[in-house]
């Protein structure tokens, strides 16, 4: 199982410091809802993917440098934002689905992370990396787990539990925007925006269904600015403008469809993450946190990857660095602008 071993002391700016101290050591010794659920892809998975046939594996360092010095199985230096939740919430980080025996599945009480490296809101999307989980298998595993889980009350727990799913980016980098994909020859950008977002509601019913009422569900970020896909693309300028407009228009239909679906499932909750909005304002004021570098991955997964890496928004060609996720985890914990309707901490008390 995986350790909570990483303090909240980690190297960020002492704007940043001030603000993830005050929420940790009000967590220190409190645990404010009794678990934290991950599903997604590799913004969120802690590892699942070590223990599946897949070539979408975090295995080997750099992947971890910063976390203990140990690739755990993140796509990243350190932690991720669900990492930085869990803390904030009191709770220990929630260990893969897969790295556990079925004893600890049933034993684990304060969260479990299903989340799937390559994986999308369809379930063919990540398909030619092997046989990831998909996003109906993460929903089917933790809808068994529901029902074995040693707690006194499944339907308590779950209603005050949080559901933190982070997907959707694969869809379009690995799907709609693949030139081997049929997706984009039989869907123009508006109607597969729509219909990613219907399929993605499909899924959060089901989980409603099973028992989960508080939602953190993120919008997409603009993925046509990650290093992998701005280089690429040079004759856009810094990022590919009109693959992030394609992107924007799923934000769009995914934020209306979750305020409506708040309205139709009974005692339900859903936080929007708006990190589009999030990485253009890191950007634009990027002095603030101490990052230098907005376009470039700190490790080109080649070479040595860069000696600091506090002050690089992206880690590798795809994925965003821990400072990045600390930032992001910080603002929408305690914060309103970039997760709405609430920020988690009023979530909690929701």
């Known amino acids: 199982m995986v350790k909570a071993l990483i303090l909240c002391s980690v190297s960020v700016s002492l704007l940043l410091l001030f603000q993830l101290f005050s929420i940790c050591d009000n967590a220190k010794n409190t645990k404010l809802v009794p678990a934290l659920y991950i599903f997604g892809d590799s913004t ?29 199985g993140r796509f990243t230096n350190g932690l991720t934002v669900p990492d930085y939740f869990a803390r904030f919430l009191g709770l220990p980080f929630a260990p893969p689905y897969m790295n556990l025996s079925e004893l600890e599945r049933r034993t684990t009480t304060t969260g479990l992370n299903f989340a799937s490296a390559s994986s999308g809101i369809l379930p063919e999307t990540g398909s030619f990396t092997g046989s990831p989980l998909t996003l109906d298998n993460q929903t089917d595993l933790f809808k068994i787990t529901a029902k074995t889980l040693d707690v006194q009350n499944i339907k308590v727990h779950l209603a005050k539990s949080i559901f933190f799913i982070s997907v959707g980016s694969n869809d379009y980098i690995m799907n709609y ?21 219907e399929e993605l509601v499909k899924r959060l019913k089901k989980l409603y269904l099973i028992g989960a009422r508080k939602f953190v569900v993120t919008g997409l970020g603009p993925v046509g600015c990650i290093p992998a896909i701005a280089k690429s693309t ?6 590919a403008e009109s693959f992030n407009q394609a992107l924007l228009s799923y934000n769009k239909e995914l934020f209306m469809k979750l305020s409506k679906l708040q309205s139709q499932l009974y005692g339900s ?18 002095e603030k946190y101490g990052i230098t570098d907005t376009q470039n991955a700190c490790w080109d997964g080649k070479h040595d990857p860069c000696a600091v890496r506090d002050r690089y928004i992206y880690f590798d060609s795809a994925h965003p660095s821990q400072i990045t996720n600390s930032i992001f985890a910080g603002r929408c914990f305690s914060e309103s602008s970039i997760c709405t309707p609430m920020n988690v901490m009023q979530l909690v008390s929701a």
Do not use: Q
């Open 269 to 286: 909750f859903f936080v929007h993450t708006d990190t589009f909005k999030f990485l253009h304002e890191l950007k634009e004021n990027k």
């Open 234 to 239: 040079p004759h856009e300028g810094d990022c």
């Open 44 to 72: 969120v998975d802690a590892g699942n993917n070590n223990n599946l046939s897949t070539t979408a594996r975090a295995i080997s360092l750099p992947y971890g440098i910063d976390f203990n010095h140990t690739a755990t």
């Open 177 to 197: 925007r693949n030139i081997a994909s049929k997706t984009n020859k039989l869907f123009s950008p508006d109607y597969f925006a729509k219909f990613l977002a």
